[in-house]
C-alpha cells in the first residue's frame, strides 16, 4: 500500500543528507531524532535499498543514497523555485527587461506602450534596440522580441500572438494621379515600388488571390531597410508600398495616402512577442508579456495616435 505522505519521507531523507546527522536534521525540522531515523527506515523499506551507512560516529550515503539524493535534492530545489516563481507574480517587477522589435513599428506604436507599461515601476529598466532583422534572442541575451509574420517553432523559444494587422497597398494622390491607379496584381509590375530591403531573407508582398492567401514580387524600385522611411517615399510620391495598418492608418484617413488593389490585400499579418524558455519565467518577463496581451486585446498595438 502506497505511502499516505510520500514525500515527507523524502524532505526528512534530504535534510538528513544535508545536515550530515539525524540529530541536526531533527532540530531542523522540529522532530525528534527517532522520528527522523523511523521515516528513513519506512522510505529504505519502500524502495528496497539501503540509503545510509550508519555508524555511531559517521553518517554517509550508500551508492543507491548518493543517486536517489541528487534527484531527491534537484526535484525539491525545482518545486521551491516554482513555488517561489509563482509567489513573484503578485512582487513589483524589478531588474532590466531587454527587448528588441521591428524598427517603425516599434518606434511608433509599440515604445509608448511599454514606456506606459514601465512608468509605475522604477526598479524596472528597458534597453530597447529597434531592427527589421532576425535575431537569435538567447544568442544576443534578449528577454523579449516581437515580430510580424508567421514565425516557425524554435527550439528553445516560447511565442504568444499579440494580435493581427491588415496589410495596405498604397500610393500617394500625386503619383496614382501621374501613373495610374492599378486594377489587379498583374499591373503591380508596371508600377514604381518601395519595398524593405532585407538582406537574409527575399522581399515579397502579401495578397490575396480568389481568396486565397499569396506572395508577389513588386518591381524594387526603391529598396529601403526602414519602416517609416518606406512610409515617408510613399507619402512623397515615390511609388507603391505594402505597409501594416497601423503605420498608414492616419495617413489613408487625412487623404495623404490612398489605398489601392483593396479586394487583393485583406490578408492579416500576425505580431507574436517571443522569449527564451527557461524552467521558470523571471516576474519582469511575465509582468510584460502580460501587460501586452492585455494591451493588445484592446486594441493599443493597431493604431498609430501621435
Not at 31 to 46: C, F, N, P, Q, Y
Not at 143 to 165: H, I, P
Not at 214 to 225: D, F, L, Q
Not at 279 to 302: F, I, Q, S, T
Amino acid at each position: 500500500m502506497p505511502s499516505p505522505d510520500p514525500l515527507n519521507g523524502i524532505i526528512v531523507f534530504v535534510t538528513a543528507v544535508r545536515a550530515r546527522s539525524f540529530t541536526v536534521a531533527a532540530e531542523r525540522l522540529g522532530i525528534s531524532k527517532s522520528a527522523v531515523g523511523k521515516s528513513v527506515a519506512r522510505l529504505e523499506d519502500r524502495l528496497d535499498a539501503k540509503l545510509f551507512y550508519r555508524t555511531t560516529r559517521k553518517l554517509s550515503l550508500t551508492a543507491d543514497g548518493e543517486a536517489f539524493y541528487q534527484t531527491c535534492s534537484e526535484a525539491i530545489e525545482e518545486i521551491l523555485a516554482a513555488e517561489g516563481a509563482l509567489a513573484a507574480r503578485d512582487t513589483a517587477p524589478t531588474g532590466r527587461m531587454r527587448i528588441d522589435m521591428p524598427a517603425a513599428f516599434g518606434r511608433r506604436i509599440l515604445l509608448p506602450v511599454l514606456l506606459d507599461i514601465a512608468r509605475p515601476h522604477s526598479a524596472l529598466h528597458l534597453t530597447l534596440s529597434f531592427s527589421d532583422r532576425i535575431i537569435d534572442p538567447v544568442a544576443e541575451g534578449i528577454d523579449l522580441v516581437v515580430r510580424f509574420g508567421e514565425v516557425a517553432d524554435q527550439a528553445g523559444l516560447v511565442m504568444r500572438k499579440l494580435t493581427s494587422q491588415r496589410l495596405c497597398i498604397c500610393g500617394s494622390p500625386a503619383y496614382l494621379a501621374a501613373q495610374g491607379v492599378p486594377k489587379d496584381l498583374v499591373e503591380v509590375s508596371q508600377h514604381r515600388c518601395i519595398v524593405n530591403l532585407r538582406r537574409d531573407t527575399p522581399f515579397f508582398w502579401r495578397v490575396l488571390e480568389n481568396g486565397v492567401p499569396g506572395r508577389i514580387t513588386p518591381p524594387a524600385t526603391h529598396e529601403v531597410g526602414d519602416g517609416d522611411a518606406i512610409v515617408g517615399l510613399t507619402l512623397a510620391g515615390f511609388g507603391l508600398s505594402q505597409m501594416p495598418m497601423s503605420l498608414v492608418s492616419r495617413y489613408l484617413a487625412s487623404g495623404e495616402l490612398i489605398s489601392v488593389l483593396e479586394s487583393f490585400s485583406q490578408v492579416m499579418v500576425p505580431i507574436h512577442v517571443l522569449w527564451p524558455q527557461t524552467r521558470h519565467l523571471m516576474p519582469r518577463v511575465r509582468y510584460v508579456v502580460d501587460e501586452l496581451v492585455k494591451r493588445a486585446a484592446r486594441g493599443e498595438l493597431d493604431t498609430d495616435e501621435t
